[in-house]
């Protein structure tokens, strides 16, 4: 009698491997229990990013500001891990889907999808937004990080993916979420690095504080912050602009003969630069209490909460910043805070501002550059003393962060420094190799793009007066500009580091 013929086991479809098949079969072993449906619910919302769509809307709706950063860059990612895994890789490597017959029934889709099984598009997209979430939010990562691993082991589970699949997709999608650094440096939420403290005469209740407020600051919602401010201030002075006049006017009017002992600014940063200029010009410290849209000064000087300058208004605790200042055309000097800019500059700054809250700031950032450079026209100067052409000039009080891209925090606001940077217009192909370095995020190693720290700089326009942006406000034009860093002039309010 004949032995019995033992069946060879089929062997695994093409490119998928014996420890798929078996991680498969495995898989296919457990018993049905309720969270088939669910993971199967899961993986079909997951369908065309729909579930990242709706994460990456409602952090950016309803989240603080690392959450809407974090839903920001986690689309971002997203979107480029989903077009490189499904236009991409897919077409490049075709693979065969596990059979029909590789999970139970209760687990298979209706209409399962016919594609190239490698690697797994639902696993790409899904740790591109967890990555993503994570680099700027690490706790709303800790959330959403479970759901993500579940949408890739659901591909599994549902039979439409071999491991190996979802693996490389994860791979490539995390590899694709970290290398939006080359393009879109995480901000970092820490205050810059300030100058020496002080002691000087607390301002209990506001005795001796003059606060200026502006009524059209950007935020919106400045009635709660100004009953917050007068029930913390009551005895202090408060004076709302009038657009119609100067405010230093308004201001030294106020100044003269009382016993005014520190000026106080509630409002943006073109409020917030206005009142610095006066506290430096008059040697009085000055109390932040930001109330405008992006708040850039208060938020890099670590006083960008109300309680924190109240607090050390109470203690007569200052800080030492560094302001910077413009003189032009050898009749006018400004004061300014954050930054100077020339030439296409100020019209990047509007069309990113415009953009970003739809976009996310590097996107805007990144879409605002190509648009000013594909209109603008060069700026002929004389840099110190050197003459260039240019696209942009960028002048910023202390030093920017990241030294290669668009700058986006401030680490460093006390070492007598100006950042300083700008874009070429006389290099051969100039406005292309800009595009391609925004675009590539490789625009520190361009010819193109120059970046300097220094305490000082001059700028001749060689053709007619063009117009100065600083701080936000452009309403200066002139020829002659002189730039230098004033270490140490502004005596801020702010609690001691603990």
Same mark, same amino acid.
């Given at each position: 009698?004949?032995?019995?013929?033992?069946?060879?086991?089929?062997?695994?479809?093409?490119l998928a491997? $014996?420890?798929?098949?078996?991680?498969?079969?495995?898989?296919?072993?457990? =018993?049905?229990?309720?969270?088939?449906? &669910?993971?199967?619910?899961?993986?079909m919302?997951?369908n065309?990013?729909?579930?990242?769509?709706?994460?990456?809307?409602?952090?950016?709706?309803?989240?603080? *500001?690392?959450?809407? *950063?974090a839903?920001?860059?986690?689309?971002?990612?997203?979107? +480029?891990?989903?077009?490189?895994?499904?236009?991409?890789?897919?077409?490049?490597?075709?693979?065969r =889907?596990?059979?029909?017959?590789?999970?139970?029934?209760?687990?298979?889709?209706?209409?399962?999808?016919v594609?190239?099984?490698?690697?797994?598009?639902?696993?790409?997209?899904?740790?591109?937004?967890?990555?993503?979430?994570a680099?700027?939010?690490?706790?709303?990562?800790?959330?959403?990080?479970?759901?993500?691993l579940?949408?890739?082991?659901?591909?599994?589970h549902?039979?439409?993916?071999?491991?190996?699949? !979802?693996?490389?997709?994860?791979?490539?999608?995390?590899?694709?979420? &970290?290398?939006t650094?080359?393009?879109?440096?995480?901000?970092?939420?820490?205050p810059?690095?300030?100058? *020496?403290?002080?002691?000087v005469?607390? +301002?209990?209740h506001?005795?001796?504080?003059?606060?200026?407020?502006?009524?059209l600051?950007?935020?919106?919602n400045?009635?709660?912050?100004?009953?917050?401010?007068?029930?913390?201030?009551p005895?202090?002075?408060?004076?709302?602009i009038?657009?119609?006049?100067d405010?230093?006017?308004?201001?030294?009017?106020?100044?003269?003969?009382?016993?005014?002992?520190?000026?106080?600014?509630?409002?943006?940063?073109?409020?917030?630069s206005?009142?610095a200029?006066?506290?430096?010009?008059?040697?009085?410290?000055?109390?932040?209490?930001?109330?405008?849209? &992006? $708040?850039?000064?208060?938020?890099?000087?670590?006083?960008?909460?109300?309680?924190?300058?109240?607090?050390?208004?109470?203690?007569?605790?200052?800080?030492r910043?560094?302001?910077?200042?413009?003189?032009?055309?050898?009749?006018?000097?400004?004061?300014?805070v954050?930054t100077a800019?020339?030439?296409?500059?100020?019209?990047?700054?509007?069309?990113?501002?415009?953009?970003?809250?739809?976009l996310?700031?590097?996107?805007?950032?990144?879409?605002?550059?190509?648009?000013?450079?594909?209109?603008?026209?060069p700026?002929?100067?004389?840099?110190? =003393?050197v003459?260039?052409?240019?696209?942009? &000039?960028? !002048?910023?009080?202390? *030093?920017?962060?990241p030294?290669?891209?668009?700058?986006?925090?401030?680490?460093?606001l006390? =070492?007598g420094?100006?950042?300083?940077?700008?874009?070429?217009?006389?290099?051969?192909?100039?406005?292309?190799?800009?595009?391609?370095?925004?675009?590539?995020?490789?625009?520190?190693?361009?010819?193109?793009?120059?970046?300097?720290?220094?305490?000082?700089?001059?700028?001749?326009?060689?053709?007619?007066?063009?117009?100065?942006?600083?701080?936000?406000? +452009?309403?200066?034009?002139?020829?002659?500009?002189?730039?230098?860093s004033?270490?140490?002039?502004?005596?801020?309010?702010?609690?001691?580091?603990?």
């Amino acid at each position: 009698m004949r032995p019995p013929r033992i069946r060879k086991p089929a062997p695994p479809p093409a490119l998928a491997s $014996n420890l798929d098949v078996w991680l498969i079969g495995r898989s296919a072993q457990v =018993r049905p229990t309720a969270a088939d449906r &669910l993971l199967r619910s899961l993986s079909m919302s997951a369908n065309h990013n729909r579930l990242w769509i709706g994460v990456g809307a409602g952090l950016m709706l309803c989240g603080n *500001r690392p959450m809407r *950063r974090a839903g920001a860059r986690g689309l971002l990612a997203c979107a +480029v891990a989903s077009g490189i895994a499904n236009g991409i890789a897919k077409p490049v490597f075709p693979r065969r =889907r596990p059979p029909d017959e590789s999970v139970p029934f209760v687990r298979r889709l209706v209409r399962p999808p016919v594609s190239s099984s490698f690697p797994s598009g639902h696993a790409a997209s899904a740790a591109a937004f967890a990555t993503g979430v994570a680099l700027e939010s690490p706790a709303a990562a800790a959330a959403i990080a479970p759901v993500a691993l579940a949408v890739g082991y659901s591909r599994v589970h549902i039979g439409v993916h071999w491991p190996s699949d !979802v693996v490389a997709g994860g791979l490539l999608g995390s590899a694709i979420a &970290l290398a939006t650094h080359r393009w879109w440096a995480v901000r970092a939420d820490e205050p810059a690095l300030l100058g *020496r403290a002080e002691e000087v005469d607390p +301002v209990r209740h506001g005795h001796g504080l003059l606060l200026v407020t502006n009524p059209l600051a950007g935020s919106g919602n400045g009635a709660p912050a100004s009953a917050q401010l007068r029930a913390g201030l009551p005895a202090a002075q408060i004076v709302q602009i009038d657009p119609e006049r100067d405010l230093g006017v308004q201001l030294d009017a106020r100044l003269r003969g009382t016993d005014v002992t520190a000026l106080g600014v509630s409002g943006g940063d073109g409020t917030v630069s206005s009142v610095a200029e006066v506290a430096v010009r008059c040697g009085v410290p000055l109390a932040v209490f930001a109330d405008g849209t &992006l $708040n850039h000064f208060a938020r890099d000087a670590g006083v960008d909460a109300a309680e924190q300058t109240l607090a050390a208004l109470e203690h007569g605790t200052v800080v030492r910043v560094d302001a910077a200042e413009v003189r032009f055309d050898d009749d006018g000097a400004r004061i300014f805070v954050n930054t100077a800019s020339l030439g296409g500059y100020p019209d990047f700054v509007r069309l990113r501002e415009r953009w970003q809250p739809r976009l996310g700031k590097w996107p805007a950032a990144g879409i605002a550059m190509i648009r000013v450079l594909l209109g603008a026209q060069p700026l002929h100067t004389v840099i110190d =003393r050197v003459p260039t052409a240019i696209w942009m &000039l960028f !002048v910023g009080n202390g *030093r920017y962060h990241p030294a290669d891209q668009v700058p986006m925090a401030r680490p460093e606001l006390h =070492r007598g420094t100006l950042d300083v940077r700008y874009l070429r217009a006389d290099v051969r192909f100039s406005r292309t190799r800009l595009v391609w370095a925004a675009l590539t995020g490789t625009l520190g190693s361009s010819a193109t793009y120059v970046h300097r720290e220094v305490p000082r700089l001059a700028v001749h326009v060689t053709e007619n007066p063009v117009s100065l942006a600083t701080d936000g406000e +452009v309403d200066l034009r002139g020829s002659d500009f002189v730039f230098a860093s004033r270490p140490s002039a502004l005596a801020l309010f702010r609690p001691p580091e603990e």
